[in-house]
């Protein structure tokens, strides 16, 4: 299901973009999400999973975001093993993010496939310290026995860097997907270091939705559908903002917020599978 690229050899590009992003539309993104509520009444604060394997750029993307709000490039330290709770910047936000240590090729060097089970379903604790071989069990003081709505996940982002084709395709990974997918939550792509992968993005990033061929990889091999599929580049090299990577970044919080609205409108429908779940 999750291919990603590796060596580009022949990029290609349109003069159309298969995409529309209006790169002059960063005040009107900022003030889309800060003025965001969900649809739930019992929750204040989205709360959005993000995983994927080790190295690919969640914690980057993470404080890519900060930087925004921020208005200069910030870094925040975390720990891999550990399952942290970001509020993004400011109390007024009503989107909040989950990062986790990085997904492996072998279970028992990454995230316990049960311990995904338990951060969707909102039982495990803020700053819980993870072990790769023993999920959290339900005996455990940490273990939340009875979460409410505000402490389960609304949507998860898988992040993925576009410039390797790597060796995630392996039963344990796969099985990663398939829970959240069982699990009715709302799954978004995100696609980091395109711009590594790909001359004409390198060149300028408002190239990013022009090419044909990262287009083509996006659409047949990653295994969802091409709407549930993001283009971003993180905050690595530079030292200063750059409105137009600002505007891709803010571009996927929405994307983000509007797979959230997706799933309140799931479990608010009592006919959904989604609304029977734990």
């Known amino acids: 299901l999750l291919y990603f690229a590796s060596s580009f050899t022949g990029i290609t590009g ?3 973009p298969w995409r529309t992003i209006i790169w002059e539309s960063e005040k009107e993104l900022i003030e889309s999400i800060k003025s965001y509520k969900t649809l739930s009444n019992s929750v204040s604060h989205a709360r959005v999973l993000l995983i994927g394997p080790v190295g690919e750029g969640k914690s980057s993307f993470f404080n890519s975001i900060n930087s925004v709000f921020r208005g200069h490039v910030t870094y925040i330290h975390k720990y891999y093993t550990s399952f942290i709770y970001y509020n993004y910047l400011t109390a007024t936000l009503c989107h909040s ?3 986790t240590m990085g997904l492996e090729t072998v279970q028992a060097e990454g995230l316990n496939l049960d311990d995904i089970s338990n951060v969707i379903n ?12 023993v999920p959290l069990q339900p005996e ?7 979460p409410e709505l505000k402490d389960k996940i609304h949507s998860s982002d898988f992040l993925f860097c ?3 084709i790597s060796l995630y395709l392996n039963f344990c990974l796969l099985l990663y997907l398939f829970i959240v997918l069982l699990l009715g939550i709302p799954q978004l792509v995100l696609l980091t270091k395109v711009d590594e992968a790909c001359p004409l993005v390198k060149e300028d990033i408002k190239n990013i939705y022009k090419s044909t061929s990262i287009k083509k990889i996006a659409a047949t091999r990653i295994g969802v559908s091409l709407s549930c599929v993001v283009l971003v580049k ?3 090299e ?5 409105t137009n990577i600002d505007i891709l970044l803010l571009s996927a919080v929405i994307q983000m917020l509007r797979f959230v609205d997706n799933y309140f409108d799931e479990i608010s429908d009592p006919m959904s ?6």
């Open 14 to 16: 349109v003069e159309k």
């Open 234 to 236: 993180n905050y690595s």
């Open 162 to 164: 576009f410039v390797f």
């Open 97 to 99: 993010s989950c990062d």
């Open 273 to 278: 599978s989604a609304a029977i779940k734990d």
């Open 122 to 133: 909102g039982h495990i604790p803020d700053h819980y310290q993870f072990n790769p071989s």
């Open 140 to 146: 455990d003081q940490r273990f939340r026995k009875n």
């Open 238 to 242: 530079e030292l200063e903002l750059e």
